[in-house]
């Protein structure tokens, strides 16, 4: 796409795996021991260093924001925190799969269909998406340092099947291209940068409306035209 993906330049094939943190003890490649089995507390724990890692690396940045920092806010030690996280690298692609994952959904639902109702409903659906995961990708976006990791590579070529459904076309043009990356910019800075007393309806609602403007699709008819029709 050569353009953003969620805050962060297009990395090299050069970056791949240039931010993970090497861990000072290997438990395989997954970043748990073969055959470890994980219950209700192991989710709970999973989900609890993914929310302080979230924390500190919005605080501090990733870069500066170590393994050692996250295991002693947690009050674990470092190997209890590598059975769930090798790296660091595997701590941001824990954070940022969910998104990722309800994008490849959202792009899978969308299929081919390139009538304006279907990329309308992308569009809706992509609003929300960024609503749901806004402070994540704030974090990203004011982060220049994970665009070096792998862990966001994914997201490219999800972006890359986004494009031409936003466009309509299977290859879209210069000027369809840059409609697509005009509506994404303009949810991306509705949303994501809006302030705390935004109402979140107006913001929603005002993304939609600049988006579709963007894409030359047209606004759905009021329930009271339709009434009057």
Known sequence: MGAVVWG???PKASDMGACGEAPEVALGSTGAPSGATHGH???QTRARILDVALELIADRGFAATSTREIAERLGVTKAALYYHFRT???LLAAIVGPAMSELDALIEQAGADASSDARDGLVCGYVDLVARHADLIRVLANDPAVKECASLHAAIPLFQRLVPLLAGTD??????????????SAIHGALVRGQP???????????LQVARAALGLPEPASPVAQTRR
């Not at 290859?171 to 409609?179: F, K, L, S």
């Not at 007393?197 to 993304?207: E, H, N, Q, S, V």
């Open 41 to 43: 507390t192991g989710d």
């Open 88 to 90: 660091k690298d595997d």
């Open 8 to 10: 962060t330049t297009e």
């Open 171 to 184: 290859e879209p043009d210069t000027a369809q291209r840059t409609r697509v990356r005009a509506a994404l």
């Open 197 to 207: 007393a935004d109402d979140p309806g107006i913001l929603r609602a005002t993304a």
